[in-house]
């Protein structure tokens, strides 16, 4: 949806007419991608169908939802269709700059999981997923949102596959994987996608990550992209990125340990400021035991812009 203010008066109708007009917009913009018009149609059904108040959308229900016999021509689209899925993505992150721009927005990188059985689906395999809390059989996806005022949206993904598929040749070529695909770790992905919201200047000045993809060259990147960040890590994880400030351990009381099960490690700082008129990044790590939240093996970066 385009960003307008909207007046309380505004009757349903416009609302409605301006939706309409936005979603054209959006299927205009997606139609130089298909050589045919009868694919292009079929894509614009899909879309239609995924914006149905339906909680599950077979393929039955979208092809019943847009007239056709059967699911085939959909199922056309994401099998068998030759159109450039990046350069899709490439439009909707135009798309979402252009709706929802703003200096201060927030880039959001996390993955997710996908129940799926079998072992055709490409990346599919037994790994953990936080969808369901365990170990089982999925697809992991990582995802980039842009967050502003304004609104958010989806702007880049990267299917992540498991070493076991990158060592079976014959299983890529399967799935159609590109030859040059090599492995890449889940905060890899992350850091290409951010990356990628870089060169095409997307205007953020966060970016905010868990666990799994604050390590590795994400913090440094950031660093040296002059972009703050808030980046969860393992408590094992080395940092050192206070820069511009004296470091010294809190006169703060420190909470009681329990007796059994995980203890936080690393010690509590605070910074101290620096003489006035220096600029500097700010950088600060806390242990969320410091916060009475239940011991977890994790630890949050916080790194912004600021005077200090």
Same mark, same amino acid.
Request: proline content about 5%; some cysteine.
């Given at each position: ?16 007419? %301006? ?14 991608? %298909? ?10 059904? %899909? ?52 709706? %929802? ?48 005022? #304004? ?24 799935? #159609? ?59 094992? #994880?080395?940092?050192?990125?206070? #820069? ?65």
């Amino acid at each position: 949806m385009r960003r307008r203010s909207w007046n309380l008066g505004a009757s349903i109708e416009a609302m409605l007419e %301006f939706l309409a007009k936005s979603l054209r917009d959006v299927k205009a913009r997606i139609r130089p991608l %298909f050589t045919q018009d009868r694919v292009a149609a079929s894509a614009n059904a %899909f879309l239609d169908g995924l914006l149905r108040d339906e909680r599950r959308k077979t393929g039955w229900m979208r092809a019943d939802a847009a007239g056709d016999q059967g699911p085939w021509r959909q199922q056309a689209i994401l099998s068998r269709g030759r159109w450039e899925a990046d350069s899709l993505r490439d439009i909707v992150r135009d798309y979402v700059v252009e709706t %929802f721009a703003d200096n201060d927005a927030v880039l959001v990188v996390d993955e997710t999981g996908f129940l799926k059985q079998g072992k055709a689906s490409c990346g599919v395999g037994r790994q953990y997923t936080g969808s369901a809390g365990k170990i089982t059989s999925c697809q992991i996806g990582v995802f980039a949102a842009y967050v502003s005022r #304004h609104g958010y949206a989806f702007i880049d993904r990267e299917l992540y596959l498991p070493k076991s598929w990158i060592d079976d040749p014959v299983r890529l070529a399967a799935a #159609h994987v590109p030859d040059e695909t090599g492995f890449a770790t889940k905060p890899q992905l992350a850091a290409r996608m951010i990356a990628r919201a870089i060169t095409a200047n997307v205007p953020f000045s966060w970016v905010a990550a868990d666990s799994v993809d604050g390590v590795g060259a994400i913090e440094p990147d950031l660093r040296r992209a002059g972009k703050g960040y808030v980046l969860g890590v393992s408590s094992s #994880h080395s940092i050192g990125f206070i #820069h511009g400030a004296r470091r010294r351990r809190s006169a703060a009381p420190q909470p009681r340990l329990p007796r059994r099960g995980p203890r936080p490690t690393g010690s509590v700082y605070q910074l101290v400021p620096a003489p006035k008129g220096h600029v500097c990044k700010i950088g600060a790590t806390l242990n969320l035991h410091t916060l009475k939240m239940r011991p977890r093996a994790m630890r949050i970066m916080v790194n912004g812009r600021g005077a200090c």
